[in-house]
């Protein structure tokens, strides 16, 4: 089976969320027998494939973006070229210009979409993209959602439930570096023994300005990681509210985010609007055994965190009920600790990649049983592709990303 994953950024250049989900969907299937290639945009030169762990990786020049649009003409000989060669192209939605490059390079095989989000924030362009957009998602074969929570509430997901299945994303704590002593050391001499965590790029829709307002007249120590565009107006937020507890530390390679993910004392991740479809780094969370706390905007954050079970949910922009959540993880340390395990049960119980990776398996399958002439499949409908059980080898891939969405 040779699977074409179609996205605009992927490693080495870019090292987001759905860059994650990608590379443990590659590693995950990989191990059962698919034969993944990326095909991604780039704004470096000489570009050459490349390996990264099992998977090939095909870089093509971006040429220009249009709110955020990346775009490139490139990509539509490679898209024609490599869709060729593969049973399945795999998209990854939203990007508009990937609608337009699946017709103009007629692509012609089994399609199935993942679909991250919905777009939220270009009402105005999307008025325009919405033709385009509908006869795109009508062509495909398939289309994920990544939480029932997602399905249930997009308006667009709705339009095509007869062909969406819900397969949630899934990590391998084995990708992910072991602690190292020295560094945990290093770290809870900075910070101290108790502390609140965000790790994400800082963008628009991460609630982050929220979470300052919320730590706010506390003392409780709070740790921003990543880098992002609102990176100079949060600092600048901070200063004016004169906070001295919260620590911005900018990007971090994998050692120290681990580090800081053993070491927190809950995570904190505050995203209002829903352009947080779903939260790699809540899910990460949970796979390291940490009480969470996310807002309710429909989406896969509360899916991931269950209120009351795995952590808090509040109602989203509430810097009051923010802060009244962490008083309540920070003054209870023993339910907080008993939140942890809960979330590290279900991580192991819903979001593992071997089962992420065995239904994507499953689905790449069906898609190209029903291409094939006078072969009858079952429907695909609203529920999850049945997971086998998975026999992993120990395959260990290298560290992943330096800045996880």
Known sequence: ????HFYKTYYPDSVGGIEQVIRQMCVGTGRLGVSNTVLSLSREKNLVPIAFEGHTVHRVPLDFEL?????????LGALARLAREADVVHYHFPWPFMDLAHFVARVNKPTVVTYHSDIVRQKTLLRLYQPLK???LR????IVATSPNYMESSPVLGRYRDKTRIITYGLDQST????DPARLAQWRERIGPKFFLFVGVLRYYKGLHVLLEAAAGTNYPVVIVGAGPEEARLKAQAQSLGLTNVLFVGAVGEEDKVALLTLCHALAFPSHLRSEAFGISLLEGAMYGKPMISCDI????????IDGETGLVTPPDD????GAAMRTLWEQPEMAREMGVRAAQRFQDVFTADRMAASYT???REVVARRAPGTVSPNVGTHDVATPDVATPDVKPGAGSARPE
């Open 67 to 75: 709110a955020s649009n990346a775009c490139s003409v490139a990509s």
């Open 139 to 142: 062509s495909v074969d398939a």
């Open 319 to 322: 810097a009051q009920a923010l």
């Open 1 to 4: 089976m040779r699977v074409l």
């Open 176 to 179: 992910y570096p072991q602690p």
């Open 298 to 305: 429909g989406s896969g954050t509360t899916y991931i965190n």
């Open 134 to 136: 509908q006869r795109f």
């Open 362 to 364: 499953a689905l790449y």
